[in-house]
């Protein structure tokens, strides 16, 4: 549906708490996340992923460090074959480690 999977909305829905309308977001400055997806058929993961960073960075003051992810995964196992996916997550893996 060219969106987030019903689980992940209900995660979202309830960020919301940490927000008030005309004030900023109760949750403290500073943190920060990686945001990590996978997609079975179609191409606009990536797209859904920059729409979501964009909310976290606006609305709840949380710095989006990089978004690891992509389509084609529906078969167990898929990733496995994405060397490149996997380096990637390896090296922000080390990068957020060592702070």
Do not use: H, W
């Amino acid at each position: 549906m060219d969106y987030v999977t019903a689980q992940t909305k209900l995660f979202l829905d309830r960020l919301y708490a940490l927000m008030k309308i005309g004030e900023d977001c109760r949750l403290p400055r500073g943190k920060s996340c990686v945001l990590v997806y996978s997609q079975g058929g179609g191409d606009n993961g990536k797209a859904v992923m920059d729409n979501l960073a964009g909310f976290f960075r606006f609305a709840l003051n949380i710095d989006v460090i990089d978004i690891i992810g992509d389509n084609m995964l529906n078969e167990l196992g898929a990733v496995k074959n994405r060397r490149e996916i996997l380096k990637m997550a390896f090296e922000l893996g080390k990068e957020i480690v060592r702070g």
